[in-house]
């Protein structure tokens, strides 16, 4: 507690005022955690003094509040670019990052409790700089550090604005931003060293060393390539919820698994089950094998029955036998992007609406996917597809233009579709009687094959990886499509 109200003078936080007669003081607590490294073990105690927001009113005590933070994509696409061009990264964390910020608003806040001025007990403190809990103290830091970095010559990525890039006689500098979290590289190694100076020159830092664990992620960087996992975290989930000893499976979910409402079933604790959802979700951020499970059980979060449990305590048994799988991103000589694009075709047993499933690689290394039921019922197996591969576009027009950051720029991008019919929709401009129904938005991809930004290729439905994503699979195809993923077990990585 005295080390973070330390920080406090030495980034001349606030200064202590009368209270004032005509405007909201709020208040300040004390928060305490733990500092976990990749192995869980404690390796620091923090104190945090945070303000009581919640009590902030709009237009008074702040105009805006957003901040942008790197998606979990770009961090993929980052270790992808990372792992092409044999780039070395490293990771450092800001101390008090918030206390870096500079608010605009008259801003007070209730002395910290246990460390009150005996001699001036009704004063408060005035703020000068951001405070954690403020509503706008995310924004004011992220304007603090880019302003910083872009006066030092780094340029911001135009779509992706946590992303920073620095190029010189030297070579290439990237940034990458989480909020207080930072992580880096280049393509000469003393890039590196000056950057890590001079921001520990602005600010307080601790330096991490290389890139090990960040947003929950573990990452191993070695000379054939990168592995991606969240082992710790699988273990943890497991003891949480009590499946520490239970049965392992081949699968997520069996090929029979049809989920209903289920409304004759038992019911049961929908604050547990919505825990185990959630826990499960943030899994998949290097779990993409068990994806389309997560989201199908993920659909019956509101009166969840005990048919709905069984099917996520399944997944869980999966976990148990593949607790040490996630990506692995190898060394490779192409860095090419490609998406799969497939549907289930009325595969929900509720509202018979189709389930799109996509994938994305930047080379051999898997970046992106998703598993999403479509929003309205298609007619045709093609139909399906044709949305699917609609839907596709906007992430893939998106890592396109995020990859100019890098310097890297595609003409036209492929997306491998199993449905001839769906395909020559795509290039095919006339409406006829059974397509005059769908709906313009998913027309969207013909223009962009039109202007010849994306194609759409054929690819044999055996060769198809997304359908991973749109329904049950067999344990040979699963497993099949799962390696394909590069979804590995560690040591075999």
């Known amino acids: 507690m005295q080390d973070e109200l330390s920080q406090f003078e030495k980034n001349n936080v606030w200064t202590l005022v009368e209270r004032p007669s005509s405007h909201p003081v709020i208040g300040t607590k004390w928060v305490f955690r733990n500092k976990l490294n990749d192995k869980g073990e404690i390796i620091r105690n923090k104190a945090r003094l945070v303000a009581k927001g919640y009590a902030q009113e709009e237009g008074i005590d702040f105009d805006k509040t957003f901040a942008p933070v790197a998606r979990l994509e770009s961090i ?14 490293f990771q450092m964390d800001v101390k008090s990052a918030f206390l870096n910020g500079f608010i ?9 409790p246990g460390f009150e001025n005996k001699n001036l007990p009704n004063y408060v403190f005035k703020l000068s700089k951001a405070l954690y809990g403020l509503k706008q103290a995310p924004r004011a830091w992220y304007e603090r550090l880019s302003g910083f970095l872009l006066e030092n010559g780094f340029k911001r990525g135009i779509v992706d604005t946590t992303l920073f890039t620095k190029t010189d006689l030297k070579g290439l500098l990237i940034v990458q931003i989480y909020v207080d979290d930072i992580i880096f590289g280049a393509t000469n190694e003393s890039l590196c060293k000056d950057f890590s100076q001079l921001m520990q020159e602005e600010f307080e830092m601790s330096m991490m060393g290389k890139l090990q664990f960040f947003l929950g992620l573990q990452i191993h960087q070695a000379k054939e390539g990168t592995f991606i996992t969240q082992i710790k975290y699988t273990k943890e989930l497991l003891k949480r919820f009590g499946m520490e000893d239970c049965k392992q499976v081949g699968t997520p979910m069996c090929t029979s698994t049809k989920l209903d409402k289920d409304e004759e079933g038992n019911s049961v604790d929908e604050k547990h089950y919505r825990g185990m959802i959630g826990s499960l979700l943030y899994l998949t951020a290097s779990r993409p094998d068990i994806m389309f499970a997560v989201c199908l059980c993920a659909r019956f979060q509101s009166c969840p029955k005990e048919s709905h449990l069984i099917a996520v305590k399944r997944i869980f048994r999966y976990l148990k036998g593949t607790t040490d799988f996630g990506l692995w991103y190898p060394k490779s000589s192409t860095f ?16 018979i609406k189709s389930t799109s499933g996509m994938c994305y690689f930047l080379g051999n290394c898997l970046v992106s996917w998703f598993s999403k039921k479509q929003n309205s019922i298609s007619l045709s197996t093609a139909e399906a597809e044709y949305i699917a591969a609609g839907n596709c576009c906007a992430q893939l027009l998106w890592m396109k233009h995020t990859l100019k950051d890098f310097g890297i720029i595609f003409d036209c991008v492929p997306i491998l579709c199993d449905n001839t019919s769906a395909i020559n929709l795509t290039k095919n401009p ?18 962009l094959v039109c202007k010849k930004e994306i194609r759409v290729d054929y690819v044999p439905t055996s060769d198809q990886l997304a359908d991973i994503f749109t329904k049950p699979l067999a344990l040979d195809r699963f497993e099949l499509l799962r390696k394909c993923l590069g979804i590995l ?3 075999c990585a």
């Open 489 to 491: 077990q560690k040591n």
């Open 104 to 112: 605009d608003q008259e801003v007070f806040v209730e002395q910290p």
């Open 76 to 89: 993929r696409m980052f270790l992808a670019f990372a792992c092409f061009n044999n780039l070395k990264l």
């Open 336 to 351: 090419d992007l490609i998406s799969y694009s497939d549907a289930d075709f009325a595969g929900c047993k509720i509202d």
């Open 430 to 447: 006339v409406l006829h009687s059974r397509t005059k129904h769908i709906d313009v938005k998913h027309h969207f991809i013909r223009d």
